[in-house]
């Protein structure tokens, strides 16, 4: 059992940071959690999901990672913060806020639902335009202050909706691995050094002991993965991290523990091999190089406009319209079937 207090503990380390929209509704959070007479159980249904993505994936973990997650207690807090963190109190703790899982899914939709208008004729790729700025926004809003999230349902190809449900699947998976990696690594003890070299990265950011914890539970989470699987485990990958990535532009400034994004993807990118498989090695690059490529636009977006991110997004679309646009265009997309001409050339 994870007590309030811990929570609150928890949250109340967030808030150095923290934007003014943010800190509003960890506080809020914290009011929350304080008022409330109940406590998070390893064993609530959110809780148990979590541990079953675990367990069906036993058979591709090393034996080490697997030890770590039997020795330790997997939590989700149905809260709609965005961050997970490890503990090692009362032999390791996993904490997965369920707001970071709503982000990573919400995103995941985002973009297949953008790559399909690429796919597109041009004047669906034109009122594409509106509809992601317009889900862009909602993240940007839910992030800096829980407001829910729509829900995109039935709105892919059977194949893509598949493809999206084994890239959240996978990428929750990667993210246990992180924080399990947190706890086998010894970073959750005081004065941990790391010797990790990170090398040179792809955008300029001083990787000091923190963020080079991070990399080492990065490098960990992934080749905890079996050999054969490892490259196959990139993509979700690459959407996890994407998902952080918006987060630290438009609503974070510069952490001093954690690395950027994508420098995050392009170190796990030096491990990928596909070596007797060289089509497959170029999509997998293609998804990556894609997915460096929108991060170093966000990244040159955040310098030039700093912290003013959100508010020239929500300038560019307020939380209001954006919501009457994102449903008008979800009705419109399951009405007017828009993609089914790409099922039979997915």
Not at 143 to 167: A, S
Not at 188 to 204: D, F, I, P, Q
């Amino acid at each position: 059992m994870i007590t309030n207090d811990e929570l609150i503990s928890i949250l109340e380390n967030s808030l150095p940071g923290a934007t003014a929209t943010e800190e509003k509704h960890l506080q809020r959070t914290i009011r929350r959690i304080s008022l409330s007479q109940s406590s998070c159980s390893p064993d609530s249904p959110s809780s148990l999901k979590l541990k079953n993505i675990v367990a069906a994936h036993s058979d591709i973990l090393s034996p080490e990672i697997i030890k770590t997650f039997e020795a330790c207690e997997i939590y989700c807090v149905e809260e709609p913060i965005c961050n997970a963190y490890a503990t090692r109190k009362n032999g390791g703790k996993i904490i997965v806020f369920e707001g970071l899982l709503q982000v990573i899914s919400f995103y995941i939709n985002l973009i297949k639902i953008s790559d399909l208008f690429n796919l597109c004729k041009p004047e669906k790729q034109n009122e594409a335009v509106d509809f992601l700025t317009a889900g862009f926004a909602l993240l940007v809003d839910f992030i800096e202050t829980g407001e829910t999230l729509p829900k995109v349902e039935n709105v892919l190809p059977p194949k893509v909706e598949n493809d999206v449900n084994i890239g959240f699947l996978t990428s929750v998976l990667f993210l246990l691995n992180h924080e399990a990696a947190h706890l086998m690594l010894g970073h959750t003890k005081l004065n941990y050094h790391s010797e990790l070299n990170v090398g040179s990265l792809r955008l300029e950011e001083n990787a000091g002991n923190d963020k080079k914890l991070e990399f080492e539970a990065d490098e960990y989470a992934f080749f905890a993965i079996d050999e054969s699987l490892r490259d196959f485990f990139i993509p979700s990958i690459v959407f996890f991290l994407g998902a952080i990535a918006f987060a630290e532009t438009f609503s974070a400034s510069d952490t001093k523990t954690h690395p950027l994004a994508a420098n995050r993807i392009a170190r796990l990118a030096d491990f990928v091999r596909f070596e007797n498989d060289p089509q497959a090695r170029k999509a997998v690059f293609d998804v990556i190089e894609g997915e460096l490529d929108r991060h170093r636009r966000l990244f040159d977006y955040r310098n030039a406009y700093g912290s003013f991110g959100r508010s020239r997004i929500q300038t560019i679309m307020p939380t209001a319209e954006a919501k009457k646009i994102f449903d008008r265009f979800l009705t419109e997309i399951k009405s007017k079937n828009y993609f089914s001409e790409l099922e039979s050339g997915i």
